[in-house]
């Protein structure tokens, strides 16, 4: 039974007030909910891929594992009950500053979120941007709704408040906990829709939860958290800067990038084939756009490497942006940010060199 059971509104965490954390032998963890699988739930046992994210209220995923008691004093709040693929900038954004709120306060040790798997990378690297905190903040989600047989969303969530209770976890920056690993949130990826093992990192994982026991063995040498120049304190309004991703393959369309420009796009992340390459055709295009005060940033839509700067194209010349390793999408977060601060393609090349 929860000892300090809760009711799932934001107004729960007013409760925390009465509960410093120095009363209590155990760490003060609260849990974010937002949708997402985890939350799921399908017709029958056997629908481990075909049902309905974002079912199932936060209170009903901690009662089905009272063993988190164990871990730590656990308070929660429903943040949004969404799918992930439907987050937006504003979602993000209000996320970003519900979760900096919490780190904030002295009776918070550590936060979870729990998240759909589609964009959880995308937002646990915007949170390891924004949040200048040393507290453990912890995504986690699940592959199978908690209704499926082998439902892998309880021993996520439970390793996730271990996690995120545990003294090891800070300063490590925000973590993804899946299928017993422990990634950084800058480097994680879903790279796929049906197995639970769908998180990997190119560079490794930073460590693995045995029985609730986080084990490290690497850590990021990426800004984050604490050591980040943004700051969710210093944005304003929930938008951020219009940013477009236009995917590379053959027989691109001009029109594709053009029509990002006139939707108000302040930069285009060309997701191109290999080393970010952009086809001769296309490159006046780009030229143009960035003549025009477009920034152009040089990502790829291969999963592993990185862009390597005036390699095939001539990026000084142009004035173009290479994305590092980061993905279009953790690419088009980082951009926005950057265009927050400065239009200057040196120094958003600088960020990319740093995050
Ligand atoms: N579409 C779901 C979501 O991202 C998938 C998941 O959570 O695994 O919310």
Request: hydrophobic share 40%; no cysteine.
């Amino acid at each position: 039974m929860l000892t300090n059971s809760i009711r799932t509104s934001n107004l729960a965490i007013d409760l925390l007030a009465d509960s410093p954390a120095s009363t209590y032998k155990k760490n003060n963890v609260v849990v974010v909910a937002t949708g997402g699988t985890i939350a799921g739930a399908g017709a029958s046992s056997t629908n481990s891929a075909s049902y309905t994210a974002a079912k199932i209220p936060v209170d009903a995923l901690i009662d089905a594992i009272p063993q988190v008691q164990d871990l730590a004093n656990i308070r929660w709040v429903q943040a949004l009950q969404i799918a992930s693929e439907s987050m937006t900038d504003k979602e993000l954004i209000n996320l970003a500053r519900q979760v900096n709120d919490l780190a904030k306060r002295s009776d918070v040790n550590g936060i979870v979120v729990t998240h759909g798997t589609d964009t959880m990378e995308e937002t646990a690297f915007f949170l390891s941007l924004v949040i200048r905190s040393d507290k453990p903040i912890v995504l986690v989600g699940s592959m199978r709704p908690g209704t499926a047989l082998s439902a892998d969303g309880p021993l996520n969530l439970y390793s996730a408040v271990a996690l995120a209770s545990s003294d090891t976890a800070k300063g490590k920056g925000v973590l993804v906990m899946m299928n017993d690993t422990i990634f950084a949130a800058r480097d994680v990826s879903k790279i796929i829709n049906i197995h639970t093992n769908a998180f990997v990192s190119q560079w490794g994982a930073l460590g693995t939860i045995v029985e609730g026991k986080p084990y490290w063995f690497r850590e990021s040498t990426k800004r984050h958290n604490s050591s980040s120049e943004f700051n969710i304190e210093s944005i304003e309004g929930d938008s951020l800067p219009l940013v477009g991703i236009v995917y590379g393959a053959n027989n691109m369309l001009p029109q594709s990038y053009l029509v990002l420009q006139q939707a108000g796009a302040k930069a285009i992340i060309h997701a191109g084939t290999g080393n970010g390459s952009v086809a001769d055709y296309i490159v006046p295009t780009l030229n143009k756009l960035q003549s025009e005060g477009v920034q152009i940033i040089r990502s790829s839509h291969v999963p592993q490497g990185f862009v390597i700067r005036n390699a095939e194209q001539p990026d000084d010349t142009y004035g173009w942006v290479v994305a590092h390793d980061l993905n279009p999408q953790k690419t088009r977060l980082l951009t926005a940010l950057a265009l927050t601060k400065t239009t200057d393609a040196k120094e958003i090349q600088r960020m990319f060199y740093e995050y």
